[in-house]
């Protein structure tokens, strides 16, 4: 008899929150560019490791480390898609030649960071957080630094989304293009802008991953396939959903080591998403 | 000399079988237009399946429990029908769906049964691996000839398989498969059932990716997870796109150049002193031969006969409208 350890839910939504910050980036370019990245992997991964640099090479604390990974990514973001996928979309090719093409930027990026860093684990330098007991359940500082920044992103996304002009206008590409064109939107300016908002949420991600575990040059592409599990269970290119699906993944990922081997962790979020795609394919919050 | 020409057949040999990958990976993208990135299962399917079929029982202290000692032959064929299997069990939940999904969940089930490999001691060994795969007529050929013998074997393979599939491209089931990834709406306006054509198209690339694999455990002779990652699929993917989808010939040369130049490289290091390095530098440069050829030769060296480089993005607009 399993009974319900409230540790789990305190893991299941710091993990969540990570994956949620993470996939809304990889749904919002979905949503306006229409292509599944393969490549969204890296960009936590270059997040994570900016970080480093400030913090561990120049002596920064982690805190701006972390603050000054958000540029560094975003401007990555923006030359990889200004000398890659932007003439792709110039010459009027196809999402499948713009997902071809992100697992080739992926490739080059992940070996890129592979060449420089190496494949050995880093970690940021941090001092020792205790854990604390809040009503029987461990939390250490770290979560609830992870908890409150995705949640407070979170919200900070969802006040773009709603009350302002360039929300608007993201949404209306995302949903139909040609009629946001039509309507006089920029939507090459929305497109600028959606890199800009899910690289950096995506860089935070990869900030509070490094800050919880360690770093390594394929901790990115890893937790791709869990980010595409939450995408898809919250329908994509829905950001709400993303955020739903990022914690009912880490929720579930934590609390299915209580029924099966710790080591199908990862392959839980996966077989989630196959049972959802099988009965629900449009996504648990319905079609959008 | 002769380490050289040994060194030329192995890197011919491993070709060879990249080249069978590629071949059925072109059945399923080239001609059904189905995106899928989990190619390496069929792969470790058709490696496993043969190696248990034809090993020996294993004794106590191995950790696996199945071992049939089965002929060779028996377990190529028992290979190909386990991958043609395991893409009967995929399809049914994902060849309904979307391209991009597709691409999605069939990586997806591709890590999943990794983990399965890692874990499941008792069926694949885990971690550890399975060793000791018997190799064809070892007695009969002299030990000196043998990799040339496997070589050869390779290639009658990779003939059949391209003989099969070029027979395939100009059957009319090759047609209808065509169709539908040009432009399914017509096929089923033409009252064609394209989740039945989908499926066999998916079921014959597995089982040539499942001829693959058998003849991989047949040739390494040792099987361990970590062979079975998703690079295998990305490296047949890089083959193919390289090459040219859409026709087998394409596949070949792709998986011919891909691997001579993983091979040739490798021993670049000692050479000018990039040791530590090489392995990733050589992958960022098979990474940046995808982007340029995705934007400026998206057809391929050879591309699939008839169609134009317009075409090509029509296609690609075309399937990607369905989203």
């Known amino acids: 008899m399993i009974s319900f350890d409230p540790q789990f839910l305190i893991n299941g939504l710091t993990t969540g929150g990570t994956i949620a910050l993470a996939a809304i980036g990889l749904t919002l370019i979905f949503g306006v560019l229409n292509f599944i990245n393969f490549a969204h992997g890296e960009y936590l991964t270059i997040g994570a490791y900016a970080a480093f640099v400030a913090n561990v090479s120049l002596g920064l604390p982690i805190l701006l480390s972390a603050i000054l990974a958000v540029p560094v990514t975003v401007v990555f973001a923006l030359v990889i898609d200004r000398i890659v996928f932007y003439p792709l979309r110039r010459q009027g090719a196809g999402a499948l030649a713009l997902l071809i093409t992100s697992v080739g930027v992926s490739i080059v990026v992940r070996n890129l960071i592979e060449t420089i860093w190496s494949s050995d684990t880093r970690r940021y330098d941090l001092a020792a ?7 029987g359940i461990r939390i250490t500082a770290v979560q609830i630094i992870i908890l409150v920044t995705s949640l407070l992103l979170m919200v900070g996304v969802h006040l773009l989304l709603t009350r302002t002009t360039l929300g608007v206008s993201m949404r209306a590409t995302a949903s139909n293009q040609s009629l946001a064109m039509s309507s006089g939107i920029n939507t090459e300016q929305v497109v600028r802008w959606t890199w800009v908002i899910g690289a950096g949420l995506t860089a935070v991600a990869g900030v509070l991953i490094g800050i919880d575990t360690v770093l390594r040059p394929t901790m990115g592409f890893g937790l791709l396939l869990v980010m595409f599990a939450a995408v898809i269970l919250g329908g994509i290119g ?9 914690f009912v993944i880490g929720f579930v990922q934590e609390v299915s080591v209580a029924f099966i081997s710790a080591s199908y962790k990862p392959a839980v979020a996966f077989m989630i998403m196959v049972a959802l795609l099988v009965w629900k394919p449009e996504g648990l919050r319905g079609g959008t | 000399m002769l380490e050289q020409f040994s060194f030329v057949t192995s890197v011919a040999t491993v070709a060879g079988i990249y080249a069978i990958l590629a071949i059925g990976l072109n059945v399923h993208w080239g001609e059904a237009g189905l995106l899928n990135f989990g190619h390496v299962a069929f792969f470790a399917v058709g490696a496993y399946t043969s190696a248990l079929l034809t090993i020996a029982s294993p004794s106590a202290s191995q950790a696996y429990s199945f071992g049939f000692g089965m002929p060779i032959p028996v377990g190529i064929v028992g290979g190909c029908i386990a991958a043609g299997i ?3 069990l995929m399809g049914i939940p994902t060849l309904k769906l979307r391209e991009d999904y597709l691409a999605v969940v069939s990586i997806g089930l591709a890590e999943i049964l990794r983990y399965g490999l890692m874990n499941e001691n008792w069926l694949t060994g885990g971690v550890g691996g399975i060793y000791g795969i018997e190799r064809p007529l070892t007695e009969a050929i002299p030990f000196a000839f043998y990799n040339l013998f496997y070589l050869g074997l390779v290639l009658v393979a990779l003939v059949g398989c391209y003989l099969y ?13 065509r169709s539908i990834r040009d432009d399914e709406e017509a096929a089923v306006a033409l009252g064609k059932e394209t989740f039945r054509y989908r499926m066999q198209a998916f079921i014959i690339g597995a089982v040539i990716a499942g001829l693959a694999g058998s003849l991989w455990a047949h040739y390494t002779t040792a099987l361990t997870p970590t062979a079975f990652a998703t690079n295998i699929t990305f490296t047949t993917w890089v083959a193919l796109i390289i090459g040219g989808s859409g026709n087998p010939k394409g596949a070949i040369a792709g998986a011919g150049l891909i691997i001579s130049f993983r091979e040739a490289t490798r021993y670049l290091p000692d050479v000018y002193g990039l040791g530590e390095i090489m392995p990733t530098l050589r992958l960022i440069f098979v990474g940046v031969l995808v982007i340029v050829t995705i934007r400026y030769r998206p057809e391929g060296l050879l591309p699939e006969r008839n169609i134009t480089r317009a075409e090509y993005y029509n296609r690609l607009e075309s399937e990607s409208e369905n989203l």
């Not at chain 1, 957080?129 to 009503?135: K, N, P, Q, R, T």
């Not at chain 1, 829905?238 to 990022?246: I, K, N, R, V």
């Not at chain 2, 395939?168 to 209808?176: A, I, K, T």
Request: charged share 20%.
């Open chain 1, 129 to 135: 957080g205790e854990a604390m007991s809040i009503l």
């Open chain 1, 238 to 246: 829905d950001p709400y959903g993303a955020m739903l699906g990022g």
């Open chain 2, 86 to 88: 395991i893409a009967f």
């Open chain 2, 165 to 177: 599939t070029k027979k395939l491209r100009r059957s009319p089931f090759g047609r209808v498969l």
